[in-house]
Protein backbone atom coordinates (compact mmCIF):
# COMPACT_ATOMS: atom_id res chain seq x y z
CA UNK A 1 0.00 0.00 0.00
CA UNK A 2 2.80 2.41 0.76
CA UNK A 3 4.48 1.94 -2.47
CA UNK A 4 1.34 2.76 -4.15
CA UNK A 5 0.31 5.92 -2.61
CA UNK A 6 4.59 6.93 -3.42
CA UNK A 7 3.80 5.82 -6.89
CA UNK A 8 0.71 7.78 -6.51
CA UNK A 9 2.42 10.86 -5.65
CA UNK A 10 5.81 11.04 -7.48
CA UNK A 11 2.82 10.70 -10.97
CA UNK A 12 1.02 13.62 -9.38
CA UNK A 13 3.94 15.94 -8.57
CA UNK A 14 5.80 15.20 -12.12
CA UNK A 15 2.15 16.53 -13.66
CA UNK A 16 3.27 20.50 -14.66
CA UNK A 17 -0.27 22.63 -15.97
CA UNK A 18 0.62 24.49 -19.30
CA UNK A 19 -0.95 27.72 -19.45
CA UNK A 20 -4.33 27.69 -21.02
CA UNK A 21 -3.93 28.12 -24.55
CA UNK A 22 -6.22 30.21 -27.48
CA UNK A 23 -9.43 28.25 -26.86
CA UNK A 24 -9.55 27.90 -23.41
CA UNK A 25 -12.71 28.95 -21.77
CA UNK A 26 -14.02 28.70 -18.01
CA UNK A 27 -17.39 29.49 -16.93
CA UNK A 28 -20.26 31.35 -19.38
CA UNK A 29 -20.81 34.57 -20.27
CA UNK A 30 -24.63 35.93 -18.99
CA UNK A 31 -26.30 38.22 -20.61
CA UNK A 32 -25.16 41.59 -20.34
CA UNK A 33 -27.78 43.75 -21.96
CA UNK A 34 -28.50 46.96 -20.24
CA UNK A 35 -25.43 46.20 -17.85
CA UNK A 36 -22.87 48.84 -17.04
CA UNK A 37 -19.57 47.29 -17.27
CA UNK A 38 -15.83 48.11 -16.45
CA UNK A 39 -13.34 47.87 -19.22
CA UNK A 40 -10.44 48.28 -17.68
CA UNK A 41 -7.16 48.31 -19.28
CA UNK A 42 -5.39 45.72 -20.54
CA UNK A 43 -2.47 44.42 -17.33
CA UNK A 44 0.05 42.47 -19.06
CA UNK A 45 1.68 42.95 -22.53
CA UNK A 46 4.07 41.12 -24.36
CA UNK A 47 3.97 42.53 -27.85
CA UNK A 48 1.17 44.24 -29.80
CA UNK A 49 0.24 47.67 -30.20
CA UNK A 50 0.14 50.17 -27.20
CA UNK A 51 -3.11 51.23 -28.62
CA UNK A 52 -4.66 47.81 -27.61
CA UNK A 53 -7.24 49.61 -25.27
CA UNK A 54 -8.97 52.10 -27.38
CA UNK A 55 -9.04 49.36 -29.69
CA UNK A 56 -11.29 46.55 -27.39
CA UNK A 57 -13.09 49.74 -26.75
CA UNK A 58 -14.56 50.50 -30.16
CA UNK A 59 -14.47 47.33 -30.74
CA UNK A 60 -17.02 46.18 -27.73
CA UNK A 61 -18.88 49.61 -28.22
CA UNK A 62 -19.47 48.46 -32.30
CA UNK A 63 -21.41 45.11 -30.79
CA UNK A 64 -25.39 45.25 -30.53
CA UNK A 65 -26.50 44.92 -27.54
CA UNK A 66 -27.35 48.25 -25.28
CA UNK A 67 -24.30 47.21 -22.85
CA UNK A 68 -22.93 50.41 -21.22
CA UNK A 69 -19.12 49.89 -21.08
CA UNK A 70 -17.30 52.51 -18.73
CA UNK A 71 -14.01 52.50 -20.59
CA UNK A 72 -10.33 53.37 -19.09
CA UNK A 73 -10.62 56.90 -20.15
CA UNK A 74 -13.56 57.66 -18.09
CA UNK A 75 -12.77 55.32 -14.98
CA UNK A 76 -9.25 57.60 -14.94
CA UNK A 77 -11.30 60.55 -14.79
CA UNK A 78 -13.73 59.20 -11.91
CA UNK A 79 -10.49 57.96 -10.08
CA UNK A 80 -9.20 62.21 -10.70
CA UNK A 81 -12.15 62.96 -8.76
CA UNK A 82 -11.39 60.23 -5.82
CA UNK A 83 -8.18 60.63 -5.28
CA UNK A 84 -8.16 59.19 -1.84
CA UNK A 85 -9.06 55.36 -3.42
CA UNK A 86 -5.14 54.54 -4.18
CA UNK A 87 -6.59 52.50 -7.13
CA UNK A 88 -4.08 52.36 -9.90
CA UNK A 89 -5.76 50.55 -12.62
CA UNK A 90 -3.31 49.80 -14.95
CA UNK A 91 -1.09 48.19 -12.22
CA UNK A 92 -3.77 45.96 -11.13
CA UNK A 93 -2.84 42.66 -9.21
CA UNK A 94 -3.17 39.98 -12.08
CA UNK A 95 -0.67 37.11 -11.45
CA UNK A 96 -3.22 34.95 -9.82
CA UNK A 97 -4.60 34.56 -12.94
CA UNK A 98 -1.61 33.31 -14.37
CA UNK A 99 -1.07 30.77 -12.09
CA UNK A 100 -3.98 29.09 -12.00
CA UNK A 101 -7.41 28.83 -12.45
CA UNK A 102 -9.75 31.39 -9.95
CA UNK A 103 -13.10 31.06 -9.25
CA UNK A 104 -12.85 34.09 -6.95
CA UNK A 105 -10.94 36.96 -6.54
CA UNK A 106 -9.33 38.45 -3.16
CA UNK A 107 -8.15 41.31 -2.04
CA UNK A 108 -6.50 43.64 -3.06
CA UNK A 109 -7.75 43.36 -6.62
CA UNK A 110 -11.36 42.27 -4.97
CA UNK A 111 -11.15 45.38 -2.81
CA UNK A 112 -10.17 47.92 -6.11
CA UNK A 113 -12.84 46.11 -7.97
CA UNK A 114 -15.93 46.51 -5.43
CA UNK A 115 -14.76 50.39 -4.79
CA UNK A 116 -14.52 51.10 -8.98
CA UNK A 117 -18.07 49.20 -9.56
CA UNK A 118 -19.59 51.34 -6.26
CA UNK A 119 -17.83 55.13 -7.92
CA UNK A 120 -19.53 54.31 -11.58
CA UNK A 121 -22.29 52.44 -10.72
CA UNK A 122 -20.92 48.94 -12.21
CA UNK A 123 -21.59 45.03 -10.67
CA UNK A 124 -19.25 43.85 -13.38
CA UNK A 125 -15.72 43.87 -14.83
CA UNK A 126 -14.09 42.75 -17.80
CA UNK A 127 -10.32 42.41 -17.15
CA UNK A 128 -7.88 42.03 -19.92
CA UNK A 129 -5.24 40.06 -18.29
CA UNK A 130 -2.35 39.26 -21.17
CA UNK A 131 -1.59 40.16 -24.28
CA UNK A 132 0.64 38.24 -26.02
CA UNK A 133 2.35 38.06 -29.13
CA UNK A 134 3.03 34.47 -31.01
CA UNK A 135 5.34 34.47 -34.10
CA UNK A 136 4.72 32.74 -36.90
CA UNK A 137 6.90 33.00 -39.54
CA UNK A 138 7.07 36.39 -40.44
CA UNK A 139 3.81 37.08 -39.10
CA UNK A 140 2.71 37.16 -35.19
CA UNK A 141 -1.38 37.06 -33.55
CA UNK A 142 -1.75 38.22 -30.39
CA UNK A 143 -3.29 35.66 -27.61
CA UNK A 144 -5.45 37.51 -25.76
CA UNK A 145 -6.49 36.13 -22.15
CA UNK A 146 -9.19 38.24 -20.16
CA UNK A 147 -11.82 37.77 -17.31
CA UNK A 148 -15.25 38.59 -16.28
CA UNK A 149 -15.84 39.38 -12.85
CA UNK A 150 -19.25 40.41 -10.87
CA UNK A 151 -17.74 42.55 -8.77
CA UNK A 152 -20.15 42.74 -6.14
CA UNK A 153 -18.73 39.06 -4.93
CA UNK A 154 -15.39 38.90 -6.75
CA UNK A 155 -16.82 36.03 -8.73
CA UNK A 156 -14.81 35.34 -11.90
CA UNK A 157 -17.70 34.19 -14.49
CA UNK A 158 -15.95 33.83 -17.36
CA UNK A 159 -11.98 33.50 -18.13
CA UNK A 160 -10.89 32.90 -21.50
CA UNK A 161 -7.76 32.83 -24.14
CA UNK A 162 -8.51 34.34 -27.73
CA UNK A 163 -6.19 34.63 -30.41
CA UNK A 164 -6.40 37.37 -33.70
CA UNK A 165 -5.74 37.06 -36.77
CA UNK A 166 -1.74 37.17 -37.56
CA UNK A 167 -0.92 39.94 -39.34
CA UNK A 168 2.19 42.12 -38.99
CA UNK A 169 4.27 42.40 -35.89
CA UNK A 170 3.07 45.38 -33.94
CA UNK A 171 1.07 46.21 -36.05
CA UNK A 172 -2.57 48.08 -34.91
CA UNK A 173 -4.52 45.46 -37.12
CA UNK A 174 -2.98 42.77 -35.34
CA UNK A 175 -4.07 43.73 -32.00
CA UNK A 176 -7.33 45.11 -33.45
CA UNK A 177 -7.94 41.18 -34.68
CA UNK A 178 -7.93 39.98 -31.18
CA UNK A 179 -9.95 42.91 -29.58
CA UNK A 180 -12.57 41.55 -32.25
CA UNK A 181 -12.32 38.42 -31.19
CA UNK A 182 -12.82 38.55 -27.56
CA UNK A 183 -15.45 41.68 -28.46
CA UNK A 184 -17.26 38.62 -29.98
CA UNK A 185 -16.90 36.55 -27.23
CA UNK A 186 -18.23 38.55 -24.68
CA UNK A 187 -20.68 40.15 -26.15
CA UNK A 188 -22.43 37.71 -28.29
Known sequence: MAAFLILLISACAGRSSAPPSPGYERGGVPELRGVRILLLPLQLRTGGHPDFDR??????????????????????????RSPGTGIL???LPVRPFLAGELLR?????????????????????????????????AAEAIELSAALLDVRTGSVVWYGVVEGSPGSPGALATSASAAEVLARRVSG
Open 55 to 80: ELEYALRQRPGGTDWVAPEAIRQVLA
Open 89 to 91: IDQ
Open 105 to 137: VGDPLFGDLYRLGALVGASWALLPVEAKARTEG
